[in-house]
């Protein structure tokens, strides 16, 4: 079993920054692949950003690349999603994932562990 905790969330105007982290607990000595998702009101859960078990290789969604960073601090059993130039669309729930294996999907189905969420809230 993996425990998730996110944080970092809060209420930010349009054009700022913030890092969400997720820090994991439990069988954290095997090999998982971690990401970001969100759901924003009304909407389905969607892929943020993916990152792979040994940080290596990450990926993003289109809507947010260029934009938000997602990283990994191995020894620390922490990932990162540092998040620039936020606007209004951003927000959302984000929550943290986690899969064993080397890499991320982008289909929430395929991960089990998740953590409780943070919320997002941009203002215009």
């Known amino acids: 079993q993996v425990q998730l905790v996110e944080s970092g969330g809060g209420l930010v105007q349009a054009g700022s920054s913030l890092r969400l982290n997720c820090v994991a607990s439990?069988?954290?000595?095997?090999?998982?692949?971690m990401a970001w998702f969100r759901q924003a009101p009304g909407k389905e859960r969607e892929f943020v950003a993916g990152i792979s078990w040994n940080g290596g290789t990450t990926y993003s969604a289109e809507s947010v690349k260029g934009r938000f960073t997602i990283s990994r601090a191995y020894a620390q059993n922490t990932v990162y999603l540092q998040m620039n130039k936020l606007n209004t669309e951003d927000t959302a729930v984000y929550y943290c994932?986690?899969?064993?294996?080397?890499?991320?999907?982008?289909?929430?189905?395929?991960?089990?562990?998740w953590g409780q969420g943070t919320q997002v809230t941009v203002s215009s």
């Open positions: 994932a986690a899969v064993p294996g080397g890499w991320a999907p982008q289909r929430e189905t395929e991960y089990p562990y």
């Open positions: 439990g069988r954290t000595s095997s090999a998982y692949a």
